[in-house]
């Protein structure tokens, strides 16, 4: 009997021991492919021999040493690395041990932020609905998903949540794309004004939607006009990319695409590829200045905050996408994988959207491709669609809840950036293969 708490008590896991390249491989030798890189982490594959030797030769040297008392090379030359690609005003690196540390720290930040300043009366932070920023209570509160926050709702911050940028769902047939998303953004002035502008902090968004939505970007011009408004009411811009940074979109940090600059940044998952567990917040030298020529102490931490093998792992795992120029591989492989998608699944009837950018790509399905109405929930649909492509040997990353948090179902891939045409046929394959038979069900 297992001791290990698991994330579903009734599942019999089968016990991984190694990988290679885009595969992980079980205690009884079956291989599947990462399709979705775990929860879009695994960007470089598993067994990338420049990042192994870099952690291996970093616990060789110094395992540990508490940011309190002392810094490390690793951190250092890894924050210098990160400013030297962020978007420009970016300046300052806070590490941590993940994406849901990441989101707490840039919410605490941008708090101290305006009291350094004086704006003692900015408390309040605006999100998105459909949005999902981490599990932990001020994260979790900053996401817009209902199912994921029902049950701990009582312990929850209160947290205005702004509808999604959704063309898909949320598009009217009489608005162009444009349209659409100046509308969108301009809930958020809207939202701005109804709590009073001198009380907002921050709002915060993924620039392209992950777990609870399937990879959904914004329309062209959605996060201009947000920062646009941000700007005028002296609000913080949050941009989480957790999820779709650090290359996933075909741009070392996803905003690139929508050329705007955040105030505060958040990067975690791709950015340790899996290797070691590392986080990141980035925020620019303004808010940082807030800080250092006030009271100098940002009053947040955790033990393990620029740990030396995370960030030497990290470092190794930059140096990798950058050197290698992998963002541009993925524009290229994130095409081929979108075309094959459609060629395969863009007629099905149940296929409603396939979407994304890079190798960050969605699919929802629907009961209707007309009316675009998602499956009744009873159904269970995108955990089949987990359960029957793991025993195919793929590994995808379903969720129901797509529209409102309870109905609809979406699933995403996010492969290694290495992934091949011939690895790209395969995972379409048996992904179709999978979708047909729990249809069957």
């Not at 009291?115 to 599990?135: D, F, K, P, V």
């Not at 659409?180 to 809930?187: L, N």
């Not at 033990?303 to 960030?311: E, F, L, M, R, S």
Request: charged share 20%.
């Amino acid at each position: 009997m297992s001791h290990v708490f698991p994330r579903h008590c009734k599942s019999n896991l089968p016990t991984a021991v190694a990988g290679d390249g885009c595969y992980l491989i079980d205690s009884n030798g079956k291989r599947y492919f990462d399709g979705s890189g775990g929860a879009a982490v695994s960007c470089l594959g598993h067994s990338n021999q420049r990042v192994i030797d870099a952690v291996k030769a970093q616990v060789d040297q110094l395992a540990f040493a508490h940011t309190g008392f002392l810094t490390s090379d690793p951190a250092e030359k890894l924050a210098d690395l990160l400013i030297e690609h962020a978007p420009e005003n970016l300046e300052r690196v806070y590490f941590v041990s993940g994406g849901s540390e990441a989101i707490e720290a840039a919410i605490k930040l941008s708090r101290q932020s305006h009291l350094e300043n004086g704006q003692t009366e900015r408390r309040h932070i605006i999100a998105r609905q459909q949005s999902y920023h981490g599990n932990t209570l001020g994260a979790l509160a900053a996401g817009g998903n209902e199912w994921r926050r029902a049950q701990f709702d009582p312990l929850l911050i209160n947290i205005s949540h702004i509808a999604p940028c959704y063309e898909y769902v949320l598009r009217g047939d009489d608005e162009t794309a444009h349209q659409y998303g100046q509308r969108a953004a301009q809930e958020l002035e809207d939202e701005i004004i109804r709590l009073g502008p001198d009380t907002v902090m921050a709002f915060m968004a993924e620039p392209v939607v992950g777990a609870t939505l399937g990879a959904v970007p914004a329309v062209d011009g959605y996060f201009k006009r947000i920062r646009e408004i941000c700007d005028q009411y002296g609000v913080h811009l949050i941009l989480d990319e957790v999820m779709c940074g650090m290359g996933r979109t075909g741009h070392l940090f996803a905003c690139s695409h929508d050329q705007i600059q955040p105030d505060i940044l958040t990067i975690a998952k791709g950015l340790g590829a899996g290797y070691q567990p590392i986080g990141a917040m980035l925020c620019s030298g303004v808010i940082y200045d807030s800080v250092a020529n006030g009271t100098g102490f940002f009053q947040h931490g955790h033990t393990y905050i620029g740990h030396p093998v995370a960030c030497a792992a990290a470092l190794a795992v930059v140096s990798e996408i950058v050197e290698r120029d992998l963002p541009a591989r993925v524009k290229v492989m994130g095409v081929k994988l979108h075309d094959a998608l459609n060629a395969a699944l863009g007629q099905h009837e149940n296929v409603g959207d396939i979407r994304g950018r890079g190798l960050f790509q969605g699919v929802e399905f629907v009961a209707d491709q007309t009316t675009k109405e998602p499956y009744d929930p009873s159904r269970g649909l995108a955990g089949k669609i987990k359960k029957i492509a793991f025993e195919n040997g793929l590994i995808c990353y379903p969720m129901p809840g797509t529209r409102d948090g309870k109905k609809g179902d979406h699933l995403l891939l996010a492969p290694p950036f290495i992934i091949t045409d011939e690895q790209i046929d395969e995972v379409v394959s048996k992904l179709t293969t999978s979708i047909e038979q729990a249809l069957e069900t």
